[in-house]
């Protein structure tokens, strides 16, 4: 038996699992408050990644274009930088973060985003916007290499180290949360309280589920502020939640101003939370109280009232983000599944070297593939072709064919899941999202063993 990491094989993608590093730079900028970002690149970078957003949270959010066109992408564009950023503090008079985030075609012509910025810092906001607080960040995600999850990463670090400034110490720790949704928040917010433990979060975006209220419709968005932003320098330390998405910005901390970093486990499933508390616990010097160790035994009794008689042996495949996939498959292989293929979706060269994965490798007691740069025919294939047997898919909706097509159960996780209703509402990190996660995976292997009459008696009670 043995664990295999490998690349795809095949120089093209078909069926990404991603989509590119601006959409990530765009899911980080609606997470501050009073903060609107501006795409330079063509409208479809926006307007496809909003629809992303608004079929995954079912809300609107704001987001803008520097609109490129065709004598842009031969003479150059910097001009449409500079009226997006006039036009979008005209209209908004509350913005005043501007993150100016590249795509693939701006950073092949070569704009220089950068000297725009300056030139608009010493330019347009001294005579036109003399005495507003306005702030431009350049972000470099170009589309043709990395995902989301790596612009994710790339922007969170462009506003630490732009915002991040020593003075006094808050006695808050940082919590990175990753591309998290606003159920995954309000669980870890919960888990912070009960050890009665200060927290600037990156991001405060349960607000992305946005009350329709009597004085009108709101426009969703994050509520972390820039003097959140500006006191994370003063932090008693910094938890990355992800190794991809967030660690970078733990990691400048760490080396610029102190700020003792941990980065990881996702806390998925129970070992997973029990490590993120004993981290948050050495890292303030707060107990882990009995509420939560009560809380922890009731996700333990869950979990026992499902895993030997219903999970155990079921064979599973998992695709997504690196992060979210590795801790999907520890949490199922505490609850004894066998995760025998792992798809991530994208080129990052460091996932051979990730620890997890070597614990993976080196641990797993049966035949287990790991494929890097990874798109969603790999899944296909493997099953139509290869003889892949499964009992379960684990993944965002863009695999939903694959699990119709084969007959194969599937639970939507992570991002986007469109087609079915209010995911972003329940947590998949600390215990509450233990349960939660555990109890729906069974609900979707009960509904498939009733369809198929495949030991449906199990189910019984007589």
């Known amino acids: 038996m043995s664990c295999e990491i490998k690349g795809k094989e095949r120089a093209g993608v078909i069926n990404p699992i991603f989509t590119c590093q601006p959409c990530g730079a765009q899911y980080a900028s609606i997470g501050i408050k009073s903060c609107i970002g501006i795409v330079h690149g063509g409208q479809g970078c926006v307007m496809f990644v909003r629809l992303l957003f608004s079929q995954h949270f079912k809300e609107s959010f704001e987001l803008a274009s520097s609109s490129l066109h065709e004598d842009g992408a031969v003479f150059g ?27 693939c075609s701006t950073e092949v012509i070569g704009d220089d985003i950068d000297g725009v910025v300056r030139k608009l810092n010493n330019g347009l906001l001294k005579e036109k916007y003399a005495g507003r607080e306005v702030y431009l960040i350049p972000i470099h995600t170009p589309s043709f290499k990395g995902s989301m999850v790596s612009g994710y990463d790339v922007a969170v670090e462009e506003f630490v180290r732009y915002f991040a400034k020593k003075t006094e110490p808050n006695d808050k720790i940082n919590l990175i949360t990753g591309w998290a949704n606003p159920g995954d928040v309000k669980a870890l917010k919960h888990l912070l309280s009960e050890m009665q433990v200060k927290a600037t979060v990156l991001f405060e975006i349960e607000e992305f ?61 129970i070992r997973n939370t029990d490590v993120f ?39 599973v495949a998992i695709y997504g983000s ?9 949490f199922c292989l ?81 991002f986007p899941v469109y087609d079915r209703a209010g995911m972003y509402r329940h947590p998949i990190v600390g215990y509450e999202g233990a349960i939660w996660l555990a109890e729906q995976i069974a609900n979707t292997i009960f509904t498939d063993m009733e369809h198929k009459k495949n030991k449906e008696w199990v189910l019984n009670v007589w």
């Open 322 to 330: 690196a992060d979210l996939v590795i801790g999907l498959a520890q």
């Open 209 to 269: 589920d946005s009350p329709l209220m009597p004085d009108g419709n709101h426009v969703s968005h994050g509520n972390t502020t820039v003097e959140d932003l500006a006191s994370t320098a003063n932090a008693i330390g910094t938890i990355a939640l992800n190794r991809y998405e967030g660690g970078k910005a733990a990691r400048y901390l760490e080396d610029e101003f102190e700020v003792p970093a941990v980065v990881g486990p996702t806390p998925i499933g």
């Open 77 to 103: 564009a910097l001009n449409r930088v500079e009226e997006a950023v006039d036009v979008l503090l005209m209209r908004y008079p509350h913005v005043k973060v501007i993150p100016i985030i590249s795509t």
């Open 334 to 414: 505490d609850l004894e599944m066998k995760p025998v293929l792992l798809l991530l979706g994208d080129d990052n060269s460091n996932y051979p070297s990730d620890p997890r994965i070597k614990e993976l490798t080196e641990n797993v007691s049966f035949d287990m593939e790991i494929i890097t740069n990874a798109d969603l025919w790999e899944l296909e294939n493997r099953i139509k072709n290869e003889g892949l047997e499964l009992d379960l898919i684990l993944g965002h909706s863009k695999g939903r064919f694959t699990s119709i097509d084969y007959n194969i159960p599937m639970f939507r996780v992570g």
């Open 277 to 315: 508390l004993r981290n948050v616990s050495k890292m303030t010097g707060k107990p882990i109280p009995a509420s939560l160790v009560k809380e922890r035994g009731i996700a333990l009794d869950a979990l026992t009232d499902l895993t030997h008689m219903f999970f155990a042996g079921k064979r």
